[in-house]
C-alpha cells in the first residue's frame, strides 16, 4: 500500500521516493541514530536505503518531512520510526505518531504494536506520550549492535486512543 499524505501543523508524511534515498543513508547512519533500531546495518550506506526504498514489503512508511527537509522515517504495520540527530527533541516524532495512529484508527479497530530498546528513553517517552502501555519484554537480535538486545514491547488499542 502507498503511504497517504498526511499533513500535520509542522509536518508532511509522504510516501518514500527515491530520491530519498541519500538523505535515509546520511541522517539514519550516525550512531546516535542507528544504535536505538533493530533491523538496519550498520555501517548503513546508499545501496542500504535505495533497498530499504524498493522493499517495503506488505508496511506502509512516510518520509517525515517539514518544509521539504528530510527529518526521518515512520512506518506501519509496527509502529515503527526514527528521527535524525538534529532534529530530536522538539516534538516531531510524537507529531508524526500520532498522525499514522489517527490514520490508522480511521481504518481499523486493530491495536497498533510497537516497542523501545531498553534505555532508549526517548522512544518510550512518545509511545507513553501517545497511549501505548506496556505488554512484554521481548529479545530481538539487533543487527547495528550485532546482538540480542531487550525490547519492551508496546501496544495502544482503539478504545484507549479514543479516551486520550
Do not use: C
Not at 8 to 15: D, E
Not at 59 to 70: L, M, P, Y
Not at 78 to 100: C, K, N, P, S
Amino acid at each position: 500500500m502507498k503511504a497517504p499524505t498526511l499533513i500535520t501543523p509542522r509536518l508532511t508524511l509522504r510516501a518514500l521516493r527515491k530520491s530519498d534515498a541519500p538523505e535515509i543513508a546520511r541522517k539514519i547512519a550516525p550512531w546516535g541514530v542507528i544504535k536505538w533500531l533493530s533491523a538496519p546495518p550498520h555501517p548503513y550506506r546508499l545501496a542500504d536505503a535505495r533497498w530499504f526504498i524498493a522493499n517495503q514489503g506488505t508496511g506502509v512508511h512516510w518520509a517525515i518531512t517539514t518544509n521539504d527537509a528530510f527529518l526521518g522515517v515512520i512506518g506501519m504495520p509496527d509502529l515503527g520510526y526514527w528521527l535524525a540527530q538534529a532534529h530530536q527533541g522538539r516534538g516531531y516524532m510524537t507529531e508524526a505518531a500520532r498522525a499514522v495512529i489517527k490514520w490508522h484508527f480511521a481504518q481499523s479497530e486493530d491495536p497498533i504494536v510497537s516497542g523501545h530498546m531498553i534505555g532508549n528513553h526517548a522512544s518510550r517517552a512518545v509511545l507513553s506520550k501517545l497511549g501505548f502501555v506496556d505488554t512484554h519484554v521481548a529479545v530481538q537480535f539487533a543487527e547495528p549492535l550485532g546482538e540480542e538486545v531487550q525490547v519492551q514491547r508496546m501496544a495502544l488499542t482503539a478504545d484507549r486512543w479514543a479516551a486520550s
